[in-house]
């Protein structure tokens, strides 16, 4: 059973725009906050931005003001509007719950990801 679906990435020239999108088990999105990670090659998984099931959001600096972060509740999906793309924010993007935000619940397997590739 696939609990984690991401989906949206793709080949963009710097300056460009993408949305990313997650489509996740209702019974693990109902619960909890939901979050965006991104893994650059030889780089550590790191958090981008997060949503609490109320709508509070949380991102990190390097990307304020660029990306936008939202969940829809009725079709259990979370995504990541990226706007005005540098190079710096090509890397794989993956979707999971974030307990520091919200329920201290299991996180769930982590899906395949998205590539997202920017260009210079």
């Known amino acids: 059973q696939v609990l984690l679906a991401e989906s949206g990435g793709g080949l963009v020239q710097a300056g460009g725009s993408l949305r990313l999108s997650c489509v996740v088990n209702g019974n693990i999105f109902s619960i909890n906050a939901m979050a965006w990670f991104r893994q650059a090659p030889g780089k550590q998984r790191d958090l981008v931005a997060s949503?609490?099931?109320?709508?509070?959001?949380y991102y990190a600096d390097s990307v304020k003001g660029r990306f936008t972060i939202s969940r829809d509740n009725a079709r259990y999906t979370v995504y990541l509007q990226m706007n005005s793309l540098k190079p710096e924010d090509t890397a794989v993007y993956y979707c999971?719950?974030?307990?520091?935000?919200?329920?201290?619940?299991?996180?769930?397997?982590w899906g395949q990801g998205t590539q997202v590739t920017v260009s210079s």
């Open positions: 999971n719950t974030d307990p520091s935000r919200g329920p201290k619940t299991s996180i769930p397997p």
């Open positions: 949503i609490t099931t109320g709508g509070s959001t």
